[in-house]
């Protein structure tokens, strides 16, 4: 089973709305660490955010705002006025604490086309 | 401007070819990390090496032999491909291999192209 989804394969939105992608992982750990990261089209994957399962508060930088959820297993991201720099694949990631290790398990991604 | 840097960012090659990829980590950490993207499928984790020595090998086939000389620079040697092995390979690195808590911090990846 896989331990990151996220549903939305591509959305679009015309720039200045607001558009939220979805995540929902799947762990037995009870520390745990969740990522979303911002792939454009040069390839690279840029870190956005970590949050650890022990903090429910939500996030808000600038534009970018997070939803944590342990009661739904959701961590999901918002993105409010977007811009056409916004257009990227976005991907969540989650690492369990019990492996020791820093394996992150991502989703498949989320492609986000703003339309100027 | 980006701490890992990969290089080609783009390789066409034949079946029989042999070739190598490289990444470089300006960050001083101590993990690297070889992933395969392919359309439509979660990255997948090939190899991870800590203080230069391999920690995971995710059952990667044996055309695919990793080496990490120091713990800045890593590489993907490439022989007797297969057109399945078409993909966007990403390195990474983190400060920590043994810290989930611990970002990634990718380079730009070489988009392969098996003929």
């Known amino acids: 089973a896989q331990k990151v989804t996220q549903a939305q394969t591509e959305i679009s939105v015309v720039e200045k709305e607001d558009v939220t992608l979805d995540c929902v992982y799947e762990?037995?750990?009870?520390?745990?660490?969740l990522f979303w990261y911002k792939q454009p089209p040069s390839g690279e994957l840029v870190f956005l955010i970590r949050?650890?399962?022990?903090?429910?508060q939500n996030e808000i930088s600038g534009r970018y705002s997070w939803n944590f959820q342990k009661s739904t297993s959701s961590f999901n991201f918002t993105i409010t006025a977007s811009q056409v720099v916004d257009s990227a694949v976005y991907f969540c990631?989650?690492?369990?604490?019990?492996?020791?290790?820093?394996?992150?398990?991502f989703g498949t991604g989320t492609r986000l086309t703003v339309i100027p | 401007e980006t701490g890992v840097t990969q290089t080609p960012r783009h390789l066409v090659m034949g079946m029989t070819n042999k070739k190598s990829l490289k990444c470089e980590q300006h960050l001083g950490h101590n993990a690297m990390y070889w992933y395969k993207q392919s359309a439509k499928k979660p990255l997948e984790l090939m190899f991870v090496?800590?203080?230069?020595?391999?920690?995971e090998n995710n059952s990667v086939p044996s055309r695919f032999s990793p080496e990490c000389p120091n713990s800045s620079h890593l590489f993907l040697h490439l022989h007797t491909l297969q057109p399945e092995d078409s993909a966007l390979y990403l390195c990474a690195s983190s400060q920590e291999w043994d810290r989930a808590y611990n970002e990634q911090f990718f380079g730009p990846g070489t988009r392969l192209t098996v003929l």
């Open positions: 949050r650890n399962s022990f903090d429910e």
């Open positions: 990631a989650l690492s369990e604490d019990a492996t020791g290790a820093n394996n992150l398990f």
């Open positions: 090496y800590s203080l230069e020595e391999r920690v």
């Open positions: 762990t037995r750990d009870t520390t745990y660490y």
